[in-house]
């Protein structure tokens, strides 16, 4: 029981980087930290889906 936990504690730690970077993404000014920033939100996203599965980092794409 206690180890379901601690993926699923990942899952939201991960996701809530992941929407953290695209919210600084659309606020960023500069075209280039905005591309950066995006990229390292789906890269992040991507991470969660291959640990956890399809479905476990979802979030809305950009």
């Given at each position: ?11 939201r ?13 659309q ?7 905005r ?22 980092g979802?979030?809305d794409?950009?």
């Amino acid at each position: 029981m206690g180890n379901e936990s601690r993926p699923s504690a990942r899952v939201r730690q991960l996701r809530d980087k992941a929407q953290e970077l695209e919210q600084a993404a659309q606020r960023a000014t500069d075209p280039a930290e905005r591309r950066r920033l995006t990229d390292e939100a789906m890269h992040i996203r991507e991470k969660s889906e291959r640990e956890n599965g399809p479905g476990a980092g979802t979030m809305d794409p950009m």
